[in-house]
């Protein structure tokens, strides 16, 4: 029906509005900026970026700034035991995605299958949040984004794990460390053991034009001396 096929203009006019109206309360995705983020929660306070616009009695648009959304769980890459984790600081992009059904009883246990019992459909408080949605690499200066807290990668009761850390470190907990292509010695053995490295150090040697080499020497204080080193030396006249 259409106002040129006879219809009210008034009853078409309240039809559009009406169903405009309800499309302002339809979320589906947005990108975000993280206000706080508690890492023992894994959930994050969100500031979403993009003004909606909506429209008021007269008829006129009315810009309006979207209210942030506290307690977003944040979601992180992981399966099969595994998971990629780290923290978000203030100001790192997401990107929010507001569910179909409420989300209220999956919070609670994400792994059982749920009556919502709530009737809200992509609603505003059913919002989860994916990190990364960052287009560039870079800030608008061109300078690089430098991280603030460390990313782990590992399994997810925390018992083995890489975790890089800002100030350039890295810590790795594991029972055994393979280092290299072939991730093994020339009798197969570990490159590296993460725990009893030194142990693996002492007992390593290198095989020379005179035969293997000895172990590892003992560090010692100061530079090494003469007395501390035996050579041979051959003459031609």
Same mark, same amino acid.
């Given at each position: 029906?259409?106002?040129?096929?006879?219809?009210?203009?008034?009853?078409?006019?309240?039809?559009?509005?009406?169903?405009?109206?309800?499309? !302002?309360?339809?979320? &589906?995705?947005?990108?975000?900026?993280?206000?706080? !983020?508690?890492? $023992?929660?894994?959930?994050?306070?969100?500031?979403?970026?993009?003004?909606?616009?909506?429209?008021?009695?007269?008829?006129?648009?009315?810009?309006?700034?979207?209210?942030?959304?506290?307690?977003?769980?944040?979601?992180?890459?992981?399966?099969?035991?595994?998971?990629?984790?780290?923290?978000?600081?203030?100001?790192?992009?997401?990107? +929010?995605? !507001?569910?179909?059904?409420?989300?209220?009883?999956?919070?609670?246990?994400?792994?059982?299958?749920?009556?919502?019992?709530?009737?809200?459909?992509?609603? +505003?408080?059913? /919002?989860? $949040?994916?990190?990364?949605?960052?287009? !560039?690499? &870079?800030?608008?200066?061109?300078?690089?984004?430098?991280?603030?807290?460390?990313?782990?990668?590992?399994?997810?009761?925390?018992?083995?794990? @890489?975790?890089?850390?800002?100030?350039?470190? $890295?810590?790795?907990?594991?029972?055994?460390?393979? @280092?290299?292509?072939?991730? /093994?010695?020339?009798?197969?053995?570990?490159?590296?053991?993460?725990?009893?490295?030194?142990?693996?150090?002492?007992?390593? &040697?290198?095989?020379?034009?005179?035969?293997?080499?000895?172990?590892?020497?003992?560090?010692?204080?100061?530079?090494?001396?003469?007395?501390?080193?035996?050579? #041979? #030396?051959?003459? &031609?006249?």
């Amino acid at each position: 029906m259409s106002e040129s096929d006879g219809g009210s203009p008034t009853l078409i006019s309240a039809i559009r509005k009406a169903i405009e109206a309800r499309m !302002f309360d339809i979320h &589906t995705a947005l990108p975000g900026k993280v206000v706080s !983020f508690d890492a $023992a929660s894994r959930t994050a306070s969100v500031q979403p970026i993009l003004i909606r616009i909506l429209i008021d009695e007269d008829g006129e648009e009315e810009p309006q700034r979207m209210p942030q959304l506290p307690g977003v769980p944040v979601i992180m890459p992981s399966g099969g035991g595994w998971e990629i984790s780290f923290e978000l600081e203030p100001g790192d992009l997401v990107w +929010l995605v !507001f569910s179909e059904r409420a989300l209220d009883r999956w919070k609670a246990n994400p792994s059982q299958e749920h009556d919502p019992v709530w009737d809200r459909k992509f609603d +505003l408080s059913d /919002a989860v $949040a994916f990190p990364g949605a960052r287009p !560039f690499t &870079t800030r608008k200066d061109g300078t690089p984004v430098q991280p603030t807290a460390p990313i782990r990668i590992g399994r997810l009761d925390g018992s083995q794990f @890489i975790e890089l850390r800002p100030d350039g470190s $890295a810590v790795i907990e594991a029972q055994s460390v393979l @280092i290299g292509t072939g991730a /093994a010695g020339d009798d197969g053995s570990p490159i590296a053991k993460a725990v009893p490295l030194t142990e693996w150090l002492a007992g390593h &040697t290198h095989p020379t034009a005179f035969g293997p080499s000895g172990p590892a020497a003992a560090s010692m204080n100061g530079p090494p001396t003469d007395a501390g080193i035996s050579s #041979t #030396t051959s003459r &031609t006249n």
